[in-house]
């Protein structure tokens, strides 16, 4: 199984002071080194972490593939960057990150995919891991889904942290049998990915993977990669990047 590294988060910490320091492109470099498969970013709208330079630098200069993270807003500077693959996630502005998966009604999604698949880019969709969403993923034509992984990591989360004992206990999880809520939500993407794979889909899955519940999803034979941002470069500040990547890596090449 294949890891894509998030590493947007390193440009939060630059943008904290407006300096460049720490260097994007030296994480990208260093993921590369730690044999990252491939870097994942994301272009946000309102630019709060990677810019458009970053973009255009990482994709120019990444010796492996970029998985550029977007929005349908910024479809045409997709077609000027040309990554590798563009996964179309939603975007609202003042979310912290992603919180669920695509709309596939939209109506400015079919003429964004066209547009990108004619231009060569890989396009993956950003979905909730249900069939209908599924479905109609492949009724968009895209050769690939990345399903949502983040109810399942706060389900995991709540079952098995002291996060509840926190401030940011997950209040919607809290009166409920928090493990039977944990088996749902992997079973919705045990069977999401199974379906998936079945009907033509490549499987990839992410948001909210750490190094306790990544065992899980790694073990779930049809999903080919996950992108993983926040839990990599958190765990870099005390280990060093290059040493975050690689336990990651083992503990999904172990599961
Ligand atoms: N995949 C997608 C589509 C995302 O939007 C994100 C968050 O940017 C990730 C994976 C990585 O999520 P996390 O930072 O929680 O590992």
Redesign the pocket.
């Known amino acids: 199984m294949k890891l894509g590294v ?1 590493i ?2 390193i440009a939060i910490l630059r943008q904290a002071r407006q300096v460049n320091d720490p260097d994007i492109l030296n994480a990208m470099y260093l993921a590369i080194g730690a044999r990252a498969d491939q870097i ?1 970013i ?1 272009l946000r709208e309102d630019r709060r972490h990677i810019d458009d330079i970053d973009a255009k630098n990482i994709i120019n200069f990444c010796s492996i593939p970029v998985n550029l ?1 977007c929005a349908t807003a910024i479809t045409d500077i997709v077609l000027s960057l040309r990554p590798n693959r563009a ?1 179309i ?1 939603p975007e609202k502005r003042q979310e912290l ?2 919180e669920g998966g695509l709309n596939l009604s939209s109506p400015e999604l079919p003429s964004a995919i066209k547009a990108m698949m004619g231009a060569n880019i890989d396009v993956s969709l ?1 979905i909730d891991p249900n069939l209908d969403d599924i479905k109609a993923a492949k009724e968009l034509g895209v050769s690939t889904i ?1 399903l949502h992984t983040g109810s399942f990591a706060n389900a995991y989360l709540m079952a098995f942290s002291n996060i509840s004992k926190t401030k940011f206990s997950i209040k919607s999880l809290e009166n409920m049998d928090i493990k039977e809520a944990l088996e749902a939500e992997l079973d919705r993407i045990r069977v999401g990915a199974k379906f998936a794979k079945n009907i033509g889909l490549k499987v990839a899955a ?4 750490n190094y306790q519940n990544v065992g899980l999803i790694a073990k779930i034979p049809e999903i080919f990669e996950l ?5 990599i470069v958190a765990r870099s500040v005390f280990v060093g990047l290059d040493q975050a990547i690689k336990e990651m890596k083992r503990l999904i090449d172990e599961a």
């Open positions: 998030n947007d988060h994942t994301h993270e996964t996630v990150t992603t950003f990345e992410g948001h909210g993977l992108n993983i941002g926040q839990s």
